[in-house]
T-cell receptor
Framework: GAVVSQHPSRVICKSGTSVKIECRSL??????MFWYRQFPKKSLMLMATSNEGSKATYEQGVEKDKFLINHASLTLSTLTVTSAHPEDSSFYICSARDSVRQGPYQPQHFGDGTRLSIL | QKEVEQNSGPLSVPEGAIASLNCTYS??????FFWYRQYSGKSPELIMF????GDKEDGRFTAQLNKASQYVSLLIRDSQPSDSATYLC????????????FGAGTRLFVKA
C-alpha cells in the first residue's frame, strides 16, 4: 500500500517552457502533499506544502509565481515550473501522507521523482 | 542549530558487519521518527518508523529511539553491498504543523 505515482519521470525542454509535474496517491487519500527539490549529492529541500482545496504553503525563498501548485483533489497535486530556465534543472520529488485515515504522524511516501533538464 | 542532525559520512563497513547510523533532533515535542533509504539518483524509500522509546526490529533493520536523549538510530545487521545508499532520518511533530523535518543524510558504503 501507500503508493505515490509521479509523472513524468524525466523532462528535457527548452528554456522558457513551462513544465507540469503530476503527483498522485494511488491507494490512499492525501489532504497534504509535499514538493521537494534535490540537487546532485545535496539534501532534500522542501519547496512547498500542498493542501487540498486551499493555497499551497511555500518555504522561504521559493517563488510561488515560479512554482505553481494545485491540489484539486485528495489524490492529485501538480507542480508547474513556469518559464523554466537552466537554473531550474533539478530532481523534483513529491510525497504524500495518508493523513485522512491515519492522522498527521504517519510517514510520507515518495514518488519516483522527476528529473528536469532545461536546455 | 539544525533541527535534525546526522553525520554525513561516508560510513564504510565490511560486508556482513553491523552498520550503525545515528540521528539527533532538537524538538522535544517530536512524536514520530522515520528512516528512509535513498539510492543515488532515486527518491527516498521508507524503511522504518518508530513512535515509542525502545527498539523496533524489522528483518535486518532495528530502529532505536530515546526521547529523553533526543536520539534515534538505525542498525543494519549483516550489511550487504546493496545496502550502500544514503540514509535519511526524519522527525515529525506538532511543531510547525506536522511538517516532517529531514536530516541531510548519512552515506553508507558496504564493502564486498
Amino acid at each position: 500500500g501507500a503508493v505515490v505515482s509521479q509523472h513524468p519521470s524525466r523532462v528535457i525542454c527548452k528554456s522558457g517552457t513551462s513544465v507540469k509535474i503530476e503527483c498522485r496517491s494511488l491507494d490512499f487519500q492525501a489532504t497534504t502533499m509535499f514538493w521537494y527539490r534535490q540537487f546532485p549529492k545535496k539534501s532534500l529541500m522542501l519547496m512547498a506544502t500542498s493542501n487540498e482545496g486551499s493555497k499551497a504553503t511555500y518555504e522561504q525563498g521559493v517563488e510561488k509565481d515560479k512554482f505553481l501548485i494545485n491540489h484539486a483533489s485528495l489524490t492529485l497535486s501538480t507542480l508547474t515550473v513556469t518559464s523554466a530556465h537552466p537554473e531550474d534543472s533539478s530532481f523534483y520529488i513529491c510525497s504524500a501522507r495518508d493523513s485522512v485515515r491515519q492522522g498527521p504522524y504517519q510517514p510520507q511516501h515518495f514518488g519516483d521523482g522527476t528529473r528536469l533538464s532545461i536546455l | 542549530q539544525k533541527e535534525v542532525e546526522q553525520n554525513s559520512g561516508p560510513l564504510s563497513v565490511p560486508e556482513g558487519a553491523i552498520a550503525s547510523l545515528n540521528c539527533t533532533y532538537s524538538d522535544r515535542g517530536s512524536q514520530s521518527f522515520f528512516w528512509y533509504r535513498q539510492y543515488s539518483g532515486k527518491s527516498p524509500e521508507l524503511i522504518m518508523f518508530i513512535y515509542s522509546n525502545g527498539d523496533k526490529e524489522d528483518g535486518r533493520f532495528t530502529a532505536q529511539l530515546n526521547k529523553a536523549s533526543q536520539y534515534v538510530s538505525l542498525l543494519i545487521r549483516d550489511s550487504q553491498p546493496s545496502d550502500s545508499a544514503t540514509y535519511l532520518c526524519a522527525v515529525n511533530g506538532p511543531t510547525g504543523g506536522f511538517k516532517t523535518i529531514f536530516g541531510a543524510g548519512t552515506r553508507l558504503f558496504v564493502k564486498a
